[in-house]
């Protein structure tokens, strides 16, 4: 059995600890997991939709103030 592609993780440049999110490219998507938990489950994001909402995040959209 396969073990999968290897996904090359990072974190953000401003993460001071390791409670964050990490995330891995893939070929036609976005890897996502828990820096607490690298293990864990892995969350996995069509390119588009990831590409969506990252510009919906810095555009603002989902600030709670």
């Excluded at 828990?34 to 995040?57: E, M, N, T």
């Amino acid at each position: 059995m396969s073990a999968g592609p290897r996904i090359i993780w990072r974190t953000s440049s401003r993460s001071q600890n390791t409670n964050c999110v990490e995330i891995g490219e893939l070929e036609t998507a976005i890897a996502m997991r828990d820096s607490k938990d690298r293990q864990g489950p892995v969350l996995i994001f069509a390119r588009d939709r990831w590409i969506d909402f990252v510009a919906s995040a810095k555009a603002g959209e989902f600030d709670l103030n």
